[in-house]
């Protein structure tokens, strides 16, 4: 057994979104996003073949589902489930301090 924490060891520099997984068994991953400044690239979506479920634990992101302009505001607390296929992408994430989510694929 192993204690970790979920907001330590956060590299200093982010020049991509940091992707780790944090346990996988099977039919389930999940995993510690880092992000500051980050959006999906222009004209790319996120199409998964699982569905996800993702909670915010610190800073703001915003999201948007493929086929709407409304952009959804995440902050610390708040969680989504996106069904498998449900396309959608981060259209922002905070500049100032680093977005950390928690994201479970099953």
Do not use: C
Request: glycine share 6%; proline share 4%.
């Amino acid at each position: 057994m192993n204690k970790e924490n979920i907001f330590k060891n956060i590299p200093a520099a982010l020049p991509a979104e940091l992707f780790e997984t944090i346990l996988a068994n099977g039919s389930i991953r999940l995993e510690r996003i880092i992000s500051k400044a980050h959006a999906t690239p222009e004209g790319q979506w996120y199409d998964q073949e699982k569905n996800e479920w993702v909670l915010l634990l610190r800073g703001s992101a915003g999201i948007r589902l493929e086929g709407s302009d409304q952009v959804t505001v995440l902050e610390a607390g708040d969680y989504l489930l996106f069904p498998a296929h449900v396309k959608h992408r981060v259209e922002w994430t905070q500049k100032d301090v680093e977005t950390i989510w928690l994201a479970l694929h099953y």
